[in-house]
């Protein structure tokens, strides 16, 4: 106790830039409970805990990289010199990682850090309503961790941390997620800013849970047991049943830099602006647009992710989820959200270029290493948060104001359409058709599963899910634009090999040499 109570001290005033003088003068002793509930508390300890989803979930490199650029809807290009970082993102592509990788390391350390966040706040006499919201951050990132490596290291509040934490597998990790998250589902507060856990937040994180509980138990022939359907009716019911939500009129409206005022759809988020959440120097929400545009635009950007041509041909044209100009951006910088494809303009009209000279006319043609005088210009470019040219430097720092999104109401609805269509009844249908109505795409005269995963990839593009819903549906292993079928080790991650030489309750996953 004394040792968990001093290091947890030591890293809230590190990271809070608060005083401990007291604790200085301590060095070279202990420091008892009571002298570290003088200085840390629950709100603090929380706090840190929310500003902890940051690094894994907001950093382009991390577990958004896991589940994006391993996908059908991403890809980071070698172009030339630029892009390469020693063949890591077309690892991510190809499905050729090891367990050395880096951003399998950082994201699995990442998650981990934020766990113990989470449970910092329970040893220190939270309210019930704190140490609610410390378990849903704790169960969103023991979740990801589950869907990510099927091995979930875990400590309960005041364990010794000398000793290395147990492990849940599989079932086991499901289940005491699952439970721990229904058990505090009343402490957490009914309304308040999507920034904040809710009870919506949970009941949306408790949808994916039942709904992935049968390919998190067998990823390579996933099993969709009706309790499990029923249950996530039952939550989506309950949200809905809220009136608190309806779908955007402005679909990239749930991603603006005033998306905490004007979003409809947005359940859980993380807070951003000036100094909130700077756990990365320049590594907020700005990059999900920063690394996709290029050079010459407003903002500028690193010229790197991109999209295939197959994935955008699932769009109608008229889809206004392809994007377009945005109001209070656009006419600043000339600059497009959504899909970027074709010539690219300034402000004043003027075409752009590249830095050789070449008109600046993104194209569906690309492949993982580019090389010719045109590399610069190949592959659609994706904008899904709208650049912030409001709040000072918010188009390029970590004052960007885009709250940062993780549940929204159309996925509610999604998963719900999903559920109904495995349990064989009425509704899914018509949920599709809602969504597609509006976001003016034509309706379906007819709902298959195969559509739900389209639609899920049409209107949840770069959200952080599309590996996740690959995997549910069973076509994560097959091949598609620029990757080839792969071994069904892929549907499960390494784990890093600094953590299992640290951790002997963990195992290599089947087919990674340890």
């Known amino acids: 106790m004394k040792l968990n109570k001093f290091i947890i001290a030591a890293a809230v005033c590190a990271s809070t830039a608060m005083s401990c003088t007291k604790l200085d003068e301590k060095l070279a002793s202990t420091i008892t409970k009571d002298e570290a509930d003088s200085v840390i508390t629950a709100p603090s300890l929380l706090l840190r805990a929310y500003n902890g989803l940051q690094l894994p979930y907001q950093d382009q490199s991390n577990f958004w990289a896991l589940q994006e650029m391993t996908s059908d809807e991403a890809v980071a290009p070698t172009r030339g010199g630029d892009w390469d970082d020693n063949g890591a993102w077309r690892a991510l592509k190809l499905h050729t990682w090891d367990a050395d990788h880096v951003s399998i390391g950082n994201a699995f350390r990442n998650l981990l850090q934020l766990q113990f966040y989470a449970t910092n706040v329970l040893e220190f006499n939270p309210t019930p309503q704190q140490a609610a919201e410390a378990k849903f951050l704790r169960a969103l990132s023991m979740f990801s961790v589950l869907d990510g490596w099927n091995q979930v290291p875990f400590r309960e509040p005041n364990a010794n941390l000398l000793n290395p934490p147990n492990v849940l597998v599989g079932d086991e990790a499901t289940n005491f997620i699952i439970g721990d998250l229904e058990a505090v589902l009343n402490d957490l507060p009914a309304e308040g800013p999507a920034y904040t856990a809710s009870q919506n937040a949970a009941r949306a994180l408790l949808m994916k849970l039942y709904l992935n509980k049968g390919a998190i138990s067998n990823r390579q022939a996933p099993t969709f047991d009706p309790a499990d359907m029923e249950k996530v009716i039952q939550y989506a019911d309950a949200i809905i049943g809220t009136g608190k939500y309806s779908l955007a009129t402005n679909y990239f409206d749930n991603f603006a830099y005033n998306n905490n005022i004007i979003s409809t759809e947005n359940i859980f988020t993380q807070e951003n602006g000036p100094g909130l959440s700077t756990a990365r120097g320049g590594n907020a929400v700005f990059c999900h647009w920063a690394p996709t545009l290029h050079y010459a635009q407003v903002p500028s950007g690193w010229n790197g992710f991109a999209t295939v041509g197959d994935f955008y041909d699932l769009y109608e044209a008229t889809d206004t989820r392809l994007g377009g100009s945005y109001p209070g951006f656009t006419e600043l910088t000339g600059t497009k959200v959504g899909y970027l494809i074709g010539q690219q303009y300034n402000k004043d009209g003027v075409a752009l ?94 709902v298959t599963l195969d559509d739900i995963l389209d639609e899920r990839g049409r209107e949840l593009y770069w959200e952080g899910w599309r590996r996740q819903d690959l995997i549910r549906f069973g076509k994560f292993l097959q091949p598609w634009q620029l990757k080839p079928s792969d071994d069904p080790k892929a549907l499960l991650f390494p784990i890093p090999n600094n953590d299992l030489a640290v951790n002997p309750n963990l195992n290599q996953n089947e087919g990674y040499a340890n």
């Open 353 to 446: 270029e590249d830095r050789k000279g070449n008109k600046l006319i993104f194209t569906k043609a690309l492949e993982l290493r580019e090389s010719g005088n045109d590399l610069e210009v190949k592959g659609i470019r994706v904008v899904k948060y709208v650049p912030d040219m409001v709040t000072p430097n918010g188009s390029n720092s970590n004052s960007a104001e885009n709250d940062y999104v993780f549940l929204r109401y159309a996925d509610v609805l999604l998963m719900k359409a999903e559920a109904l269509l495995r349990l064989n009844q009425a509704g899914a249908l018509a949920i599709v058709n809602d969504i597609r109505v509006k976001r003016n795409a034509s309706p379906l005269a007819d």
